[in-house]
T-cell receptor
């Protein structure tokens, strides 16, 4: 069964710290992988999309890496800020149709 | 552009009632999706559509129906509401075509409580 797991479920860090969020998937034959941010009571905002042929993508203080062979992706957040506090979701797609399989998310809290 | 809009924002239903969750997008996206999110969980795909007149089941379609008569609208119908359908429902869309256009855009969600 194709599953996506995110560990830890929650993470609390002091402001300014660099941090890594983890995502693992059981079937390595992915088409692409996306990282989303979800603020409480809100919809999802796409942060980064990595195609299966890529190793990483960067946007500002965010860097997402992909290791298909090990079934893992990481989201690196540099110099964290309180405004980064949110739930981060990882999702994989196995074809061009875009059907996403989501992890449970990691709830991040950045303390001032 | 308004992006992806969903109505209502919140609704309480009694067991056995029916309702339609509305979703619309003004980005001329071909693909549209309905997901549900239960507390502390990721999203699960209910139904999706690759264009007007074409729909298909996702991972958890039981108890739901969809239609796609226009490119813009993708309503989700709940028949005979059950407590297990208490959830937050998200609609999403994306453009078909080039790889860089595969990002999905999400609506703000509809919170549904079935009592």
């Amino acid at each position: 069964k194709q599953e996506v797991t995110q560990i830890p479920a929650a993470l609390s860090v002091p402001e300014g710290e660099n941090l890594v969020l983890n995502c693992s998937f059981t079937d390595s034959a992915i088409y692409n992988l996306q990282w989303f941010r979800q603020d409480p009571g809100k919809g999802l905002t796409s942060l980064l999309l990595i195609q299966s042929s890529q190793r990483e993508q960067t946007s500002g203080r965010l860097n997402a890496s992909l290791d298909k062979s090990s079934g893992r992706s990481t989201l690196y957040i540099a110099a964290s800020q309180p405004g980064d506090s949110a739930t981060y979701l990882c999702a994989v797609s196995y074809n061009q149709g875009g059907k996403l399989i989501f992890g449970q998310g990691t709830e991040l809290s950045v303390k001032p | 552009n308004a992006g992806v809009t969903q109505t209502p924002k919140f609704r309480i239903l009694k067991i056995g009632q029916s309702m339609t969750l509305q979703c619309a997008q003004d980005m001329n996206h071909n693909y549209m999706y309905w997901y549900r999110q239960d507390p502390g969980m990721g999203l699960k795909l209910i139904y999706y559509s690759v264009g007007a007149g074409i729909t298909d089941k996702g991972e958890v379609p039981n108890g739901y129906n969809v239609s796609r008569s226009t490119t813009e609208d993708f309503p989700l119908r709940l028949e005979l509401a059950a407590p297990s359908q208490t959830s937050v429902y998200f609609c999403a869309s994306r453009k078909a075509g080039a790889i860089h256009q595969e990002t999905q855009y999400f609506g703000p969600g509809t919170r549904l409580l079935v009592l």
